[in-house]
């Protein structure tokens, strides 16, 4: 995008001085051609606004001014450059509003996250899957697939919940579990880090309280589901119950019980989550960094170029044997 708005700047810079100067000489041709007699006023007056771009270090910098939001000192008599310096005009506030837009919604939006979705991706990563119970990766290990296989083949048995946790934030390990209870796992562990840093600050004398580590990510539940089972019930071998159970308990599924049931079960720990990211501000210093090393790099380019120009006035301008601060405008048609 920046390569492209510089090349539309160097283009439209020459051309807005080849538009120049052929105006100019345009107006030159037709007043030593004419026979009407002019007066020495008139043969004196040059175009207005044609000095901006009438040389290509000029129209370049007058150009980049108008990139700037900059208005021109004076607008060009040639309808040609008008209109040109009209649609350019549209064009830089295009340019400038799509680029606060843009930064706005950087600066506002949390940063991308890389996640694992799907059993493929999990076994690409190479992160270490567990989860509680022997019947667990015997289940991976047994599968008829290859992708199963070898999410048993490095499958570790862990049975506390939390060190658990603690391991998928360090994002080094993959925790097989219930949806709604990883869903509760990490709702409960965002708590806890929130009232541990709200302990942190108000007890700041306290040295054995745990710090959450920059490194450690939130906890994020996987899209794909290994085995689908939204409800079961247990009965003997070959239970006559059964037929009957299954008709009702699909009826059941389908009209939407299960799922209203599981909704007000979750509805605290959703509603927690929910207050939590209401809470949480989009926009901290963090983010910002960005925009304050853009500014601290223009305003330090800025200042190289002023010193560069103060150095060439005081020691190439000044030192001119034609310099005369007096008659400036005899110094530059001389040096032309």
């Not at 920046?2 to 051309?15: D, K, P, Q, R």
């Not at 992160?127 to 296989?149: A, L």
């Not at 006559?240 to 007000?264: H, Q, S």
Request: glycine residues 6%; hydrophobic residues 40%; aromatic residues 12%.
């Amino acid at each position: 995008m920046w390569i492209t708005v510089l090349l539309v700047l160097l283009i439209t810079g020459a051309i807005f001085y080849c538009l120049a100067r052929f105006y100019t000489n345009l107006l030159q041709y037709q007043s030593d051609h004419s026979h009407v007699v002019v007066t020495a006023k008139d043969q004196d007056e040059k175009p207005v606004g044609m000095y901006l771009f009438g040389d290509i270090i000029n129209s370049i910098l007058y150009t980049y001014g108008m990139l700037l939001v900059v208005s021109l000192p004076k607008l060009p008599t040639g309808w040609a450059i008008r209109l040109l310096t009209g649609w350019y005009w549209l064009y830089c506030i295009l340019l400038v509003v799509s680029y606060r837009a843009s930064m706005t919604a950087i600066l506002a939006n949390p940063a991308p996250r890389v996640t694992i979705d799907t059993l493929q991706e999990l076994v690409d990563s190479k992160v270490t899957c567990g989860g509680w119970g022997t019947e667990t990766k015997h289940f991976f290990e047994e599968s008829i697939d290859d992708i199963g296989q070898k999410i048993g083949e490095r499958f570790e048995m862990i049975d506390d919940p939390n060190e658990a946790a603690t391991k998928v934030a360090q994002g080094v390990y993959a925790y097989y579990e219930n949806e709604y209870f990883l869903k509760y796992l990490s709702v409960k562990r965002k708590n806890s880090d929130d009232k541990m840093s709200i302990e942190t600050q108000n007890n700041s004398t306290n040295a054995t309280v745990q710090v959450k580590l920059d490194s450690e990510r939130n906890l994020h539940i996987m899209t794909d589901c290994v085995v689908n089972i939204p409800i079961s019930l247990g009965f003997h071998k070959n239970s006559p119950l059964k037929p009957l159970a299954d008709i009702y308990m699909r009826r059941t599924v389908e009209v939407g019980l299960v799922e209203k049931w599981m909704n007000d079960v979750m509805y605290p720990i959703r509603a927690l989550d929910t207050t939590d990211n209401e809470i949480k501000a989009l926009m901290n210093l963090k983010k910002l960094y960005g925009a304050f090393i853009a500014l601290a790099i223009g305003y330090f380019l800025s200042l190289v170029c002023l010193l560069g120009e103060v150095i060439y006035w005081n020691c190439i301008v000044k030192r001119d044997p034609r310099f005369d601060k007096y008659a400036m405008d005899l110094y530059y048609e001389k040096k032309k």
